[in-house]
């Protein structure tokens, strides 16, 4: 752009689906400057023969008046300016139409000159426009005239409309290169009529005729060709064929197969003929036939002219052998051999692994053996682990999950139960500390239940049977419980379908101590702490004071105990006796704390003994029921 323009804006805007563009040109005239200048006018799309008008404004910025005269462009489009000439003031304006007439369709770029009064050189509006003609489309992409009789024809209507606001000549006929590829001289295919005039928006059927020849499958395209437009193709498609029926494959594989379980697969059948054809499936036969099986649906029906029929065939393997001498026939009426249908499967057996949840070996066919260790556990704690059960087939099997041993079966609960959920439920939603106590007892109810058999500890499976589905993999819930100390071992039994039981080895450790005393009740975390039993102020030589202890033993089994006091400073020569006295005694014990056998003195006589707690012997005469 010359220097002379300082200044050039434009702005486009939308009306009455013309579109149109307002040109600011400025104009500074220099008497030694004079250069030519090109200006850039974009158009949208419009309609061919339908005028679109743009304002133009032209400023003169010389100190002078200017005096202008646009050219007229009219060879294939019509682009002129109103008013053609003019003189434009010293720092005036004149506002300008520019019309625009497009000829022909496409994309096109014009151009049109001003010339100015002392200047050599015209100013060029330079145009991009694009142009559209009359547009006509068919209804249907393509036309089927399905399969036909030799001798017969095939008649079918059509649709063409004018979607554009201009009037369109058409005419519609095959695409003569086709005509040449078939060699033929005169045409199988008519249309009428052939050719047309359509009114803006109109529209008009259009009849295809179809004559075939011979017997062949016919293929054709119609051009649907618009004067300066756009038209469309029509794929036009007939089979004239002999009566014929046939199998679309000959085979049928089953890769994916599972002993027991049915897969289905499809065929499918096509009638080459022109008449209705009946067709029927019998019993599958071949030496391996009885070891399988096979139903289809439709088993028998009737297939119209050129018709495709898609048959389902639920196939079922009552072996993991591979079979491949296994066929079925299809009668098909009036024709002289039976369609011939071979399957060929090999059916693969149940298998389920194992593998531990927190375990970063993946899935595998040849996983290793897995074992559950639950690690060292106090009485009265549980660990729970879990075990991923995974189905590799899409058999679905039963299963059934416990401990050979250790097995911890859930109380049922009572009949009458039921009938005070609804009061109990809102007594509980109203006091939540209540609610927290309820789930504690239940929950420590539960735990009872489960070691009810007196083994020391059970092994709690959930869920411990069910059905396993195909392609699943069940997480099974263990949790270990034990009210006795002790090392323990068993194997979780895990029975799958009709596969060999799986047994998996399960560990456990189990440190601390059933007993606890009624004072303090069961402890949880420091299962070795005792109560701090308090005997007050009292004078030397004054009555015995006497404190009573209960100890609950929570294990199933019989547990010895052994009193001893003890100083907690060495050498402390405070004068105290205690005297700790429980059931019947212990034997004796020698210097180095060995039981001496048969040395008890008095024992049978203590449980039935009731001591004077105001004269309570000596350390030095304590019998073997009393310890200091």
């Known amino acids: 752009?010359?220097?002379?323009?300082?200044?050039?804006?434009?702005?486009?805007?939308?009306?009455?689906?013309?579109?149109?563009?307002?040109?600011?040109?400025?104009?500074?005239?220099?008497?030694?400057?004079?250069?030519?200048?090109?200006?850039?006018?974009?158009?949208?799309?419009?309609?061919?023969?339908?005028?679109?008008?743009?304002?133009?404004?032209?400023?003169?910025?010389?100190?002078?008046?200017?005096?202008?005269?646009?050219?007229?462009?009219?060879?294939?489009?019509?682009?002129?300016?109103?008013?053609?000439?003019?003189?434009?003031?010293?720092?005036?304006?004149?506002?300008?139409?520019?019309?625009?007439?497009?000829?022909?369709?496409?994309?096109?770029?014009?151009?049109?000159?001003?010339?100015?009064?002392?200047?050599?050189?015209?100013?060029?509006?330079?145009?991009?426009?694009?142009?559209?003609?009359?547009?006509?489309?068919?209804?249907?992409?393509?036309?089927?005239?399905?399969?036909?009789?030799?001798?017969?024809?095939?008649?079918?209507?059509?649709?063409?409309?004018?979607?554009?606001?201009?009037?369109?000549?058409?005419?519609?006929?095959?695409?003569?290169?086709?005509?040449q590829e078939l060699s033929r001289e005169v045409s199988q295919i008519s249309v009428e009529p052939c050719r047309g005039l359509l009114p803006p928006l109109g529209g008009c059927n259009v009849d295809v005729v179809f004559r075939p020849s011979v017997c062949q499958r016919f293929h054709t395209i119609l051009e649907l060709a618009v004067d300066r437009g756009c038209g469309c193709h029509l794929s036009v498609q007939a089979n004239v064929q002999l009566p014929q029926v046939c199998l679309l494959s000959c085979e049928l594989v089953f890769s994916e197969l599972y002993v027991g379980v049915p897969a289905r697969g499809t065929v499918r059948l096509f009638n080459q003929t022109l008449l209705p054809a009946s067709f029927c499936w019998g019993e599958l036969q071949g030496p391996q036939a009885s070891l399988c099986s096979a139903t289809f649906s439709p088993s028998a029906g009737t297939l119209g002219p050129s018709a495709e029929a898609e048959i389902s065939v639920e196939f079922t393997a009552n072996t993991d052998r591979e079979l491949t001498e296994v066929i079925a026939l299809c009668s098909v009426k009036d024709m002289k051999d039976p369609l011939v249908l071979v399957f060929f499967s090999k059916a693969q057996p149940l298998r389920v692994s194992y593998v531990l949840s927190d375990s970063a070996e993946p899935l595998s066919r040849d996983s290793p053996a897995v074992a559950l260790d639950f690690g060292p556990l106090l009485v009265h704690g549980a660990v729970k682990k879990q075990l991923l059960m995974t189905n590799h087939t899409a058999i679905a099997a039963p299963f059934v999950v416990e401990a050979e041993y250790f097995t911890g079966r859930p109380p049922s609960p009572p009949a009458a139960c039921g009938s005070h959920i609804g009061p109990r439920t809102t007594l509980l939603r109203r006091h939540r500390t209540l609610a927290h106590k309820a789930e504690d007892q239940t929950h420590k109810e539960f735990v009872n239940g489960l070691l009810s058999h007196g083994k020391g500890a059970a092994f709690f499976v959930q869920p411990a049977s069910g059905t396993l589905g195909p392609f699943e993999t069940l997480t099974l819930d263990i949790t270990a419980f034990a009210n006795m100390w002790g090392d323990y071992r068993d194997d979780l039994v895990c029975r799958v379908g009709g596969l060999d039981p799986v047994l998996i080895p399960m560990s456990m450790r189990v440190r601390g101590c059933p007993l606890f005393f009624q004072i303090m009740g069961p402890q949880t975390e420091n299962q070795t702490r005792g109560p701090i039993v308090r005997f007050g102020t009292h004078i030397s030589g004054g009555d015995t004071v006497s404190r009573p202890l209960r100890i609950n033993n929570s294990s199933p089994y019989d547990i010895r105990l052994d009193w001893e006091t003890f100083n907690q400073e060495k050498g402390d020569p405070k004068l105290l006796d205690m005297v700790v006295s429980y059931g019947e005694a212990f034997p004796l014990k020698d210097a180095d704390g060995n039981e001496v056998l048969g040395g008890s003195t008095g024992s049978t006589e203590s449980g039935e003994r009731r001591w004077d707690w105001d004269n309570i012997p000596s350390t030095a005469g304590t019998s073997s029921s009393l310890r200091t």
């Not at 300008?96 to 000159?113: K, V, Y």
Request: glycine share 4%; net charge negative; with cysteine.
């Open 1 to 179: 752009v010359v220097d002379a323009f300082h200044d050039l804006c434009s702005h486009i805007y939308s009306h009455e689906n013309h579109y149109s563009v307002v040109l600011i040109i400025l104009i500074q005239t220099f008497p030694s400057l004079l250069n030519m200048c090109i200006l850039f006018l974009l158009f949208f799309s419009f309609l061919i023969s339908a005028p679109s008008v743009s304002h133009v404004q032209m400023w003169n910025n010389s100190r002078t008046h200017v005096v202008f005269h646009w050219e007229r462009l009219s060879d294939h489009h019509i682009m002129e300016v109103e008013p053609p000439t003019g003189v434009i003031e010293m720092n005036e304006c004149c506002d300008l139409e520019l019309a625009l007439t497009g000829g022909e369709p496409g994309s096109h770029s014009l151009r049109l000159d001003c010339r100015i009064e002392h200047h050599d050189e015209p100013v060029t509006l330079v145009v991009q426009a694009a142009f559209k003609g009359p547009r006509v489309c068919i209804n249907i992409p393509s036309l089927d005239l399905g399969l036909l009789r030799l001798g017969d024809h095939a008649k079918s209507t059509v649709h063409i409309t004018n979607t554009s606001h201009l009037a369109a000549s058409w005419a519609l006929q095959e695409v003569p290169d086709r005509r």
